[in-house]
């Protein structure tokens, strides 16, 4: 008989890690080559550039033209992107059976967003909840109630 293979996804808009779970008592393992980082940056150090100026429609003034997105949204958004593209792949190679998603708030409506729906069907659970900086032994009493580890 097959092992069932969770991966759990821990994330924020910034990093994220994968663990895998073989089964009841097995606990959980990092993933190797399964964490990405981005460091952290504000928005003026995405911007090089100042901001380009355009004349006003109404007289001689001009003015600083504000960016379409806010770049640091863009950077986290373009990470989760690629996130969900790794996850698809592994899932299509057959790295994973099951997937336990826990990330910040805003960065789980982004991944809910981005997976593809092969993806999706594997989502066991979900906790919005930015566990990002915690060892991974300490994991565990946050996922108790959502797999046996």
Do not use: C
Request: glycine share 8%; aromatic share 4%.
């Amino acid at each position: 008989m097959k092992k069932t293979v969770t991966w759990v996804l821990i994330a924020d808009g910034a990093q994220a890690r994968v663990l895998e779970n073989t089964g009841p008592g097995k606990g959980l393992q990092q993933v190797q080559g399964q964490d990405w980082a981005m460091p952290n940056m504000q928005a003026q150090d995405i911007q090089a550039d100042k901001p380009g100026r355009s004349f006003s429609s109404s007289g001689s003034g001009r003015s600083a033209m504000e960016p379409r997105t806010d770049p640091v949204e863009h950077r986290e958004t373009e990470f989760v992107k690629s996130l969900a593209t790794n996850l698809d792949r592994k899932l299509q190679d057959g790295a994973f059976d099951r997937l336990i998603i826990v990330a910040a708030p805003i960065a789980l409506g982004d991944i809910r967003k981005a997976i593809s729906p092969n993806v999706k069907k594997t989502v066991m659970a979900e906790l919005d909840k930015d566990l990002t900086n915690l060892p991974t032994a300490q994991l565990t009493q946050h996922l108790n109630g959502v797999i046996a580890l």
